[in-house]
């Protein structure tokens, strides 16, 4: 007799390929999603309280021209009148000079970690970003306050309050850059040794362009992180109702030190000012943070 052959042509039905997924898992799978999707909406639930509560009190006065553009400069406490001008500007200022001073300072740092991993200073480098990424706010602030006030006796001053952000910024944007650039591929780098081209070249050339988007971005969250910072401005600068021009000498208002100060106003444009500077603070962090995206999108590497 001859041995039948099975049908290879035949394809096998699903319950004879796998088997069916038992209750207890279906349960446990449920049990899971519900748990996590009650996580979401208790993390969500405050979240979209206190932003429903910035916007409904401060629209008022983000929407009044003026706002963006006036200072407070004598203007009475009861007064309505007035604007940010002159906090919008600061908090501005001190985040160029932290921006002008951390990003090379970060950016090399970060390419240093990964392209010379080898070198003596790695291991201490990626110590000290560790150390400063754990430090409080008030803390870089009372040690700028230390060295840069107590020490040099300079003055106190937005330049100062620029030197505490620094230290907040760096590990930010190192941990950015060394991330961005973990993601090159290494065919690239070895295809540009193979043509002769010397390894600072490629870091310049094919490297860097390729991760630029993701840095761009790490860059303008960095500066949106610190726009926000408290202790900083308290600690370094006083609060002033007009603007102040030079970041080395006087004092000078942020958004932050503003929203402080007027905590002790007991009138009501005391609470008009607190709500429409949480809502511009709010609103420039959003625009810092949809300009990074668009940013990442244009200096994207292009696949044709």
């Not at 991993?117 to 700028?144: E, N, Q, R, W, Y």
């Not at 630029?212 to 308290?234: C, D, K, Q, Y």
């Not at 962090?285 to 994207?300: H, R, T, Y």
């Amino acid at each position: 007799m001859s041995q039948a052959t099975p049908d290879l042509a035949k394809p096998a039905k699903p319950s004879e390929t796998f088997l069916p997924i038992a209750g207890s898992r279906k349960a446990k799978n449920t049990v899971a999603t519900v748990i996590f999707s009650l996580c979401f909406v208790l993390a969500v639930i405050p979240l979209a309280a206190l932003l429903y509560k910035v916007i409904v009190d401060g629209i008022p006065a983000v929407l009044n021209p003026a706002w963006w553009t006036n200072s407070l400069f004598l203007v009475a406490p009861s007064s309505m009148a007035g604007g940010v001008g002159h906090a919008i500007y600061g908090s501005f200022v001190q985040a160029l000079i932290a921006a002008v001073i951390s990003i090379p300072l970060g950016v090399a740092a970060g390419i240093m970690l990964v392209e010379y991993s080898d070198s003596k200073v790695a291991k201490p480098t990626t110590f000290m970003v560790d150390v400063l990424a754990g430090v409080p706010s008030v803390v870089a602030a009372i040690f700028v306050f230390g060295v840069w006030v107590t020490t040099f006796k300079f003055q106190l001053s937005a330049f100062a309050v620029g030197l505490a952000l620094v230290l907040l910024m760096i590990p930010l944007i190192v941990r950015s850059t060394e991330e961005m650039l973990k993601l090159v591929p290494d065919e690239l780098r070895e295809a540009s040794y193979a043509l002769g081209v010397p390894k600072w070249k490629t870091i310049v050339s094919i490297v860097i362009p390729t991760a630029l988007s993701g840095m761009i971005s790490g860059i303008f969250l960095a500066i949106a992180r610190v726009m926000g910072e408290t202790a900083p401005v308290l600690i370094l600068v006083g609060y002033t109702a007009s603007f102040n021009y030079n970041i080395f000498e006087g004092n000078m208002a942020s958004l932050p030190l503003l929203i402080y100060n007027q905590l002790s106003n007991p009138n009501e444009a005391g609470q008009y000012r607190i709500w429409g500077a949480a809502l511009t603070l709010v609103v420039i962090i959003a625009l810092a943070n949809v300009l990074a995206a668009f940013a990442a999108k244009a200096l994207a590497p292009k696949t044709k």
